[in-house]
């Protein structure tokens, strides 16, 4: 799979699904759905230098939601304990549902941080920063220089640590860290120097300004977009049903007409565009049909499982067979990895 846009595909459908949910058993098996993916990816040769474990972030988010949840919200039939005083917010009885609830919040914010770090496991910068509408071309030139600027750090530590270790260097003290600090950064300013002049070779910047006519209609197209999204949003909120929606269509589609004009006037040269093979075309379909199954009124699937809350007492979460079927449609990426021939690499 080397189409950024089939993976972006699939990670809408990812989110959008962590979104909806609150079952704490269809919650796990997409996170391990995402999991599959991510080890897959890494068998394959795909990774990327991290400053903290992601195992152990996510622990941590599971762990500041519950308890966040449990001390704020204090609803529930099953009391553990109570907070005594008259503090806004905190004091009054701590349940068990509450904590479940906050331990389930944290279960979607891990599945959709795994996800994006899947998304950068599998893409390339070039790829992520091609999805950039053109008319933002320098929004992402800023944004490929930020997005490798952790990786190049954190490689560029790693050589100083070791470089710093074969000459007997040990760390004990806060001083000790100072040979670490000051070679990172030197050689963080000789890289942002090197990156300015090579970019001002490039003749970053130097574009032509467009004036006139042709930069007063996008705006003018654009904000009328924005107004009729706004109106739209606030009809359907109103039960206009259809016509609100179609309203909301309608400044989507003025929204992107101005982006796609204002594209027009920066363009870009691409020396290899990728093309849609077959792995990605299979991946794209079987995941809007899990997005359909999910949330459409699918007969059979039992949509309505998605829904569970722990209040105002406990109870063992729903679970369908067939429902949880379908999301295994997600690890459809990583088995594509796996099975792939070698000179498709």
């Known amino acids: 799979m080397k189409q950024p846009w089939a993976w972006v595909g ?11 949910t ?22 394959a040769g795909s990774d990327i230098p991290t400053p903290f474990s992601l195992w152990k972030m996510a622990l941590w988010i599971i762990l500041l939601a519950t308890v966040f949840n449990a001390i704020t919200s204090h609803y529930g039939e099953t009391v553990l304990f109570t907070i005594p005083g008259n503090l806004p917010l905190i004091s009054g009885p701590v349940t068990l549902e509450a904590m479940v609830y906050g331990a389930t919040n944290g279960l979607v914010l891990t599945g959709m941080l795994a996800s994006f770090t899947v998304l950068s496991l599998a893409l390339p910068v070039r790829d992520l920063v091609s999805l950039i509408p053109r008319a933002f071309f320098p929004v992402a030139v800023v944004t490929s220089i930020a997005v490798t600027y952790l990786p190049t750090t954190l490689r560029q530590f790693k050589q100083i640590r070791e470089a710093q270790a074969i000459r007997g260097h040990q760390m004990r003290t806060l001083r000790d860290w100072l040979p670490l600090w000051m070679p990172l950064l030197v050689g963080g300013l000789e890289h942002a120097m090197q990156l300015a002049e090579a970019m001002t070779a490039r003749g970053f910047a130097s574009t032509r300004q467009v004036t006139g006519v042709k930069q007063v209609y ?10 009729l999204l706004a109106l739209g949003w606030i009809a359907q909120l109103g039960g206009a049903g259809v016509n609100g929606l179609a309203v909301i269509l309608t400044g989507a589609f003025f929204i992107l007409g101005g982006l796609w004009y204002l594209g027009r006037q920066s363009p870009r040269t691409i020396y290899h565009r990728a093309g849609w093979s077959w792995q990605d075309w299979l991946t794209l379909v079987i995941a809007m049909g899990v997005l359909a199954i999910c949330v459409l009124p699918v007969p059979g699937y039992g949509r309505e499982a998605l829904y569970y809350t722990p209040y105002p007492s406990l109870t063992l979460p729903p679970f369908n067979p067939l429902l949880g079927m379908a999301m295994l449609g997600l690890t459809m990426p990583g088995i594509l990895i796996i099975n792939r021939k070698p000179d498709e690499n």
């Open 22 to 43: 609150r079952n704490p058993l269809y919650l796990l098996l997409i996170l391990m759905c995402v999991l599959f993916v991510g080890l897959a990816l890494r068998q």
């Open 218 to 227: 996008p705006r003018i197209i654009m904000t009328l977009g924005l107004v």
């Open 10 to 20: 699939w990670l809408i459908v990812t989110l959008v699904i962590l979104s909806i």
